[in-house]
C-alpha cells in the first residue's frame, strides 16, 4: 500500500553517529549495529549498505525473520547475531548461513547441537547469562547443564560469545544493581573458563551502559539509539556532556519523516476541532490537516500534545491524532499553503521535531515511535 508520507534517511547523520560511537570505544571494540525492528523503524534495507560503507560488519537482529531479511541485503563478510526468538524451523538454516545466535535455554542448545550433527557443521553460539534481569538469561542451576552439554558436543558447537544485559543502565538510580550484574556477568565467564569455555567475544553493553559504565564496553557493544542519533534517556545525554567542555549534542537525527499540508481552514473562536471535544478554539485560528494518523505510525499519545515543523516553524498538534489525518495550529505561522512539506520528525532549517521535546513526553517513546514507523512508508537516504 502506498503511502501519504515519506521518510529519508540522512547519511552525513549517520555517519556523524558512527565516528562518534568509535570516539567512545578502544579500537579492538567491535561495534554490533542493533537493526531490531527494520532499525528502528529507519529501515533495514537502506541502513544496512549505508553502515556497511562505514565499514559496521556486525549487525544484531531479535528473530530468525529478521534475520532473514537482513542476510538478503548485507555482504558476505558481515556477521549475523539473532538476541532473540528463532523458530524451530530455521534452525537448519540458521547454521547453514553462519549466523550466530544467543542461547538462552537448555532445549535451545539441545536443537542446535541436533541441527549441527545434522548438517555435520557448527552451530555459533553466545552463551546468554542471567545477571540480574530475569528476562532470558541462562540461570546458574542451567548454566551447570549447559556447560555438560557444550563439552560433550565441542565438534558441532563454536561458543563465539557471552553476554548479558543491564536491567536499567540508563539511570543513574540503578548505579548499585549495574555494579552488581556485571561482578555476576565476570563471575560466570570464570566459571566457563574453568570448565574448558573461553568465549571470544564478551559482551554486555548497549547504548546506555557503554555511555554510562565504559567500563562495561568489553569486546563488543551492541547499541542501537545511538546510531540513530538519539540518546536513550535524557539523563544520558546530561550526564554525558557533564564531564565535557563542549556542551553540544555530539549525536544527529538520522531519520527525516515527511508529509506534506493537505487542507487549510479558518475556525472561529469557541468552535470545537476534530473528533468530541478534546479541542476547543480559544481565537480565531487557522488550521491545517496532513494526511498523516495513527494507522501511519504517527501515535495517538500525540494528541494535543505532538509538533510538527511547517515553514520552518512548530506548528502544535491540536485535537486527537486520527487514523489517517491529523490537525495541527498554524495560526502564527505565515505563509503556509496547500502541498508544502511538512516535518513529523527530523530537521527544517534549524528548527527540528525530537520527539523529546515534547511536554512532558517521556524518552522511552523514542523507542517506540521509531520501531512503528510502518514498513510501507518508502525510505530514501540522502
Ligand atoms: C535492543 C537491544 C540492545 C540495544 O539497545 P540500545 O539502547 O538501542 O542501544 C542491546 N542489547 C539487547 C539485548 C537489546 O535487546
Known amino acids: 500500500m502506498a503511502s501519504t ?16 560511537i568509535k570516539s567512545i570505544l578502544d579500537k579492538e571494540t567491535i561495534i554490533s549495529a542493533v537493526i531490531k525492528g527494520n532499525a528502528y523503524g529507519h529501515g533495514v534495507l537502506v541502513v544496512v549498505p549505508a553502515l556497511e560503507a562505514l565499514g559496521i560488519n556486525h549487525f ?3 528473530s530468525s525473520p529478521e534475520a532473514r531479511e537482513v542476510l538478503n541485503v548485507k555482504n558476505k563478510n558481515s556477521t549475523i547475531m539473532i538476541m532473540g526468538f528463532i523458530f524451530k524451523k530455521d534452525f537448519d538454516w540458521i547454521i547453514d548461513n553462519k549466523i550466530e545466535f544467543f542461547v538462552s535455554d537448555l532445549e535451545i542448545l539441545n536443537i542446535a547441537v541436533k541441527v549441527a550433527k545434522s548438517l555435520n557443521k557448527k552451530a555459533i553460539i553466545h552463551l546468554d547469562i542471567e545477571t540480574g534481569m530475569h528476562r532470558t538469561g541462562l540461570s546458574i542451576k542451567y548454566l551447570k547443564k549447559v556447560i555438560d552439554v557444550i563439552n560433550k558436543n565441542k565438534k558441532h558447537l563454536i561458543i563465539k560469545g557471552v553476554t548479558s544485559h543491564f536491567a536499567g543502565a540508563e539511570s543513574i538510580a540503578n548505579h548499585t544493581k549495574v555494579k552488581k550484574q556485571f561482578t555476576v556477568f565476570k563471575k560466570r565467564i570464570k566459571m566457563l573458563k574453568e570448565n574448558g569455555i573461553n568465549p571470544k567475544i564478551k559482551h554486555i553493553a548497549s547504548s546506555a551502559a ?4 565504559p567500563e562495561t564496553q568489553l569486546d563488543l557493544i551492541r547499541t542501537g539509539i545511538l546510531i540513530y ?3 536513550p534517556t535524557r539523563e544520558t545525554f546530561i550526564k554525558y556532556v557533564a564531564r565535557r567542555k563542549d556542551k553540544s549534542n555530539p549525536l544527529d537525527r538520522t531519520l527525516r ?11 472561529l473562536e469557541g468552535e470545537f476541532i476534530g473528533y468530541g471535544l478534546s479541542f476547543q478554539a480559544q481565537r480565531k485560528m487557522k488550521i491545517m490537516i496532513i494526511p498523516v ?14 509538533h510538527v515543523i ?18 495541527c495550529d498554524i495560526t502564527d505561522i505565515s505563509n503556509v499553503n496547500i502541498g508544502d512539506d511538512v516535518i513529523l520528525i527530523g530537521k527544517q532549517g534549524n528548527n527540528e521535531i525530537s520527539f ?10 523514542n523507542y517506540e515511535i521509531l520501531a512503528r514507523l510502518p514498513e510501507n512508508i518508502e525510505r530514501t537516504i540522502i
Open 356 to 365: 523529546t521535546s515534547f511536554a512532558e513526553m517521556n524518552n522511552s517513546l
Open 5 to 20: 508520507s515519506h521518510i529519508e534517511i540522512i547519511n552525513n547523520a549517520l555517519k556523524n553517529n558512527v565516528d562518534f
Open 210 to 213: 557503554a555511555i554510562n559504565y
Open 60 to 62: 544484531s537482529v531479535y
Open 293 to 306: 494518523g495513527y494507522s501511519d505510525g504517527y501515535s495517538r499519545s500525540l494528541s494535543n500534545n505532538g
Open 229 to 231: 542519533g538519539y540518546w
Open 310 to 327: 511547517v515553514n520552518g516553524q512548530n506548528s502544535p498538534v491540536i485535537g486527537n491524532v486520527n487514523m489517517n489525518m491529523t490537525i
Open 257 to 267: 519523516w515527511k508529509s506534506q499540508v493537505m487542507l487549510i481552514k479558518d475556525v
